[in-house]
């Protein structure tokens, strides 16, 4: 089955700058990449997701890449701002199979 | 639209007690899916049901197991609890049959004592 790998655990930026998480998966069959975002004591709500047949996806701030041949896919988050402090979770799967989730990035933003 | 609504919020066991969670998903969404949350592990895969069939088991032992209503409401049972069976558990909803948006519920923290 599906094996996804996220690094890092932890990130700590200042406000303003730039944070970038890495997701690895097993599955060459995978084609759906979501992520999403779990604030303090909250559900987990899908913040941006992209599927094979597209290299980028961006939305605003954040922005996800997809490396097929190399089966792996970042996150990145620009002009971090405090609000953005939350535990990050990759995902993959195909269709007809569970979605797999990393272990999260827990991502701090100081002001 | 509601939510995904989960009940209870929160319990208390002891070990070797059985316990039930249930879970109502979003009006229309035919899929449900289950996962365990727990410091460091991340949403570890539980299952998944879409109209009573359960379409995908993750890695867990027999002690865990569920089922889905005609009403696509889920349940899921972990009988003879164990201390490292505390943890938050976590339903998602999901319109699509295959790939698609989970919408998660608030989740049920269970602690085993």
């Known amino acids: 089955g599906e094996n996804v790998e996220q690094h890092p655990s932890t990130l700590s930026v200042q406000e303003g700058d730039s944070a970038v998480i890495k997701c690895t998966y097993s599955d060459s069959a995978s084609n759906y990449f979501p992520w999403y975002k779990q604030e303090l004591g909250k559900r987990p709500q899908l913040i941006i997701d992209i599927r094979s047949n597209v290299g980028e996806k961006k939305d605003q701030r954040i922005a996800v890449t997809l490396n097929k041949t190399a089966k792996h896919f970042s996150l990145h988050i620009t002009e971090t701002q405090p609000e953005d402090s939350a535990v990050y979770f990759c995902?993959?799967?195909?269709?007809?199979?569970?979605?797999?989730f990393g272990k999260g990035t827990t991502l701090s933003v100081s002001s | 639209k509601a939510g995904v609504t989960q009940t209870p919020r929160y319990l208390i066991k002891t070990r070797g007690q059985q316990v039930t969670l249930s879970c109502s998903p979003i009006?229309?969404?035919?899929?449900v899916s289950w996962y365990q949350q727990t410091p460091g592990q991340g949403l570890q895969f539980l299952f998944e049901?879409?109209?009573?069939?359960?379409?995908n088991k993750g890695n867990f032992p027999g002690r865990f197991s569920g089922r889905q209503f005609s009403n696509s409401r889920s349940e899921m049972n972990v009988s003879t609890l164990e201390l490292g069976d505390s943890a938050l558990y976590l339903c998602?909803?999901?319109?699509?049959?295959?790939?698609?948006?989970?919408?998660f519920g608030e989740g049920s923290r269970l602690t085993v004592l």
């Open positions: 009006s229309g969404h035919r899929s």
């Open positions: 049901y879409f109209s009573e069939t359960q379409r």
């Open positions: 998602a909803s999901s319109l699509y049959v295959d790939t698609g948006e989970l919408f």
């Open positions: 995902a993959a799967n195909q269709a007809g199979t569970a979605l797999i």
